[in-house]
């Protein structure tokens, strides 16, 4: 999705939540300049995921349970953010993690080091994390904002459709997803309004979308 189509969806997100534009675009602008000099050559995700099936995995509490069900050699894995932790624990790199920063930071480092790409995300509330890109190797910026030369804009708004965004973008042959409860009545409110907007953009994106 290009950023004509996705802005008017995005102003109607920050109307929804009340956050500032200008935040999040001082993020990106902030991620963009810890990423200068850096190499953020996106054939990297496109070598992962054209034509490749996909599964994304969220972090919600069934994402164990979804996981026993799964051969994941017929995969390429795509963890949003707090999901890398339940993968490791089984023994899980994942290949790409679209991360915000708000999980388990010491398990995300480690899958980079085991080769997963980190695609990190800036917006308003997690400018004083994302200074970890210095840190890591094979990092891509992302926003939900305008996109710059080093920072790009897939579409999506939280870890999980982000991730499904991304497999879109780089044609991915079928998406399944794991870990996803978009029910969930145990999270705080703002969860539960985040987890309708995923819903709903998911719900956008063309192709062959699979729930485990």
């Known amino acids: 999705m290009d950023f004509e189509q996705w802005e008017p969806i995005y102003e ?18 902030l991620l963009s300049r810890l990423l200068q000099g850096r190499d953020s050559d996106l054939e990297v995700l496109r070598d992962k995921i054209e034509e490749k099936n996909i599964l994304v995995c969220g972090k ?25 932790s339940t993968l490791m624990e089984k023994g899980i790199v994942p290949d790409i993690i679209v991360t915000d920063l708000d999980g388990y930071l010491p398990d995300e480092i480690e ?18 994390k994302i200074s970890i890109v210095k840190e890591l190797k094979n990092a ?4 939900q904002s305008a996109p710059l030369d080093n920072v790009y804009n897939f ?30 009545e145990n999270v705080t409110e703002i969860k539960k309004k985040k987890l309708k907007w995923a819903r709903k953009l998911i719900g956008m994106i063309p192709g062959i979308i699979n729930f485990h």
Not at 64 to 81: G, Q, W
Not at 140 to 143: D, P, Y
Not at 156 to 183: M, N, P, Q, W
Request: aromatic share 10%; net charge negative; with cysteine.
């Open 12 to 29: 109607k997100i920050l109307r929804d939540f009340g956050w500032e534009r200008k935040k999040d675009e001082d993020a990106a602008q």
């Open 60 to 84: 919600s509490s069934s994402l164990s349970s979804d996981l026993e069900k799964i051969d994941f050699k017929n995969y390429v894995i795509i963890a949003a953010d707090g999901a890398t």
């Open 111 to 128: 899958a980079n080091r085991k080769g997963a790409v980190m695609v990190v995300h800036a917006h308003g509330d997690n400018m004083d």
């Open 140 to 143: 891509i910026g992302t926003t």
């Open 155 to 184: 579409g999506g708004i939280s870890d999980g459709d982000r991730c499904v965004f991304l497999a879109h973008t780089f044609g991915a042959k079928s998406i399944t997803l794991a870990g996803f409860y978009f029910e969930d």
